[in-house]
């Protein structure tokens, strides 16, 4: 007999989320482990540790990304190989130069995933991106107009909008019925 209930394969089907970085009032590391949680897939029911049941995140705006306090120019990244004498370090703002925000977001993320055997390919599903054009667009998912992590302003704020749009549109509609009532 089957331990199974329901459609498994429609929950291990992956689905594309798009964070707009530059719009979320979140810091660096409250997104980071946002996306990270994505990535494992552990908003989803059937969440295991040793299965890769995470969707795809999209990150955009990631030059607009920022830090808490002195983050940006104080917070070290450490590179070497295994020669003696050939430790590199890197300040955040000196990698924002070099290599965008975008690795900044990257690197954060990896430290908030798991150490194992899925670390490569869960973070190989965040594409990041410096601006706001991506080639992503047709792949992200949206219900009833939301597409994105729970919790960022910018899809708040837009269904906010739509919903006063709808609301001006239908006064304006019942008005003239109103007044063809009126007029018979």
Known sequence: MSQTI???????????????????????GRIASQIAIVLMGKHKPIWDPST???????ATNCHELHTTGKKRFQKKYYKASTRPGSLKEITMDRMFAKWGGAEVLRRAVNGMLPKNRLRDDRLARLKAFEGIRHPYIENIVKFKDKSGIKGIPSVVEELSDSHKENSILAEALAEPKEKIIEAT
């Open 52 to 58: 890769d049941c995470g969707d795809y995140v999209v």
């Open 6 to 28: 329901g459609q498994t394969k429609l929950a291990y089907s992956r689905v594309w989320h798009h964070i707009d970085v530059g719009r979320d009032p979140r810091a660096l």
